[in-house]
C-alpha cells in the first residue's frame, strides 16, 4: 500500500475563520445562517462566503448481521425526501437514528434497533464515521455492524410518538448486495454499510467474535 501521509488535508482548523452563525429556521430541523471565509490553495484569503446549512445533527446507523444464515436484517419505510423521485419513497434502509443529548453513538443503535425491529443487537462493532452531505449540512454518520440472529427478524415496527411504520426483513447479504446495484437500496447509509461490510467481512466478523 503507498504511503497515505500524502492524501492528508491540506489545511487545518485554524486556516479558516466563521464569521458569523445565526439560526433562521427552527422547525422538526434547523437552519442556520454562516458567514466564512478560508485559506485557498494559492495562499490567499477567500471572499467571505454565505451558506444555509441544515443543521439535522449527528445519527448513528447499524448493519444487523447475521454470520450464521449470512444475512442482514433491513427495515423498509417510507420517506418523504424521495417522494419527487419516479420510484417509491418506501426505501430500504438500516435501523439508525439521531443521537440523543447524552447518548453514546453505540446506545444509539442498541436504542434504535429495539425500536426499529423488535431486536436486540448481540453485540455492535464501530466501523467508520462518514459525512452525508457536507456541502449542505453538518450530519455526520457513526457506522456499525452488530451481531444479530435474523430468524426472528419480521413484522411491522417503530415509535408511534415519531409516526413511524416500519416493515423488518432479513435479507440474505448477496441479495442485499445485489439490490444496491439494481436500485433498489439507494439510501446512501445503506449504501455505505452494506459495501463496508462487503470489503471487511472477515475483520469485522473476527471483532464481533471476540
Known sequence: MN???QYGASFERKDFEIL????????YFAIDAYKARYRKFDGTESAVITREIFERGDA????PYDPVRDAVVLIEQFRLGAA?????????????????AGETPENTVMREMVEETGLSLEKAVHALDFLTTPGGSTEKIFLYVGLVDSSRAAGYHGLMSESEDIRVLSVPFEDALALIDTGRIRNSIAIVGLQYLAL???SVLKSLKQ
Open 3 to 5: 504511503d497515505l501521509k
Open 20 to 27: 458569523s452563525r445565526e439560526r433562521v429556521f427552527q422547525g
Open 60 to 63: 448513528a446507523a447499524v448493519v
Open 200 to 202: 471487511h467481512k472477515s
Open 84 to 100: 419527487r423521485d419516479s420510484e417509491s419513497p418506501w426505501l430500504l434502509e438500516l435501523p439508525a437514528g439521531i443521537i440523543d
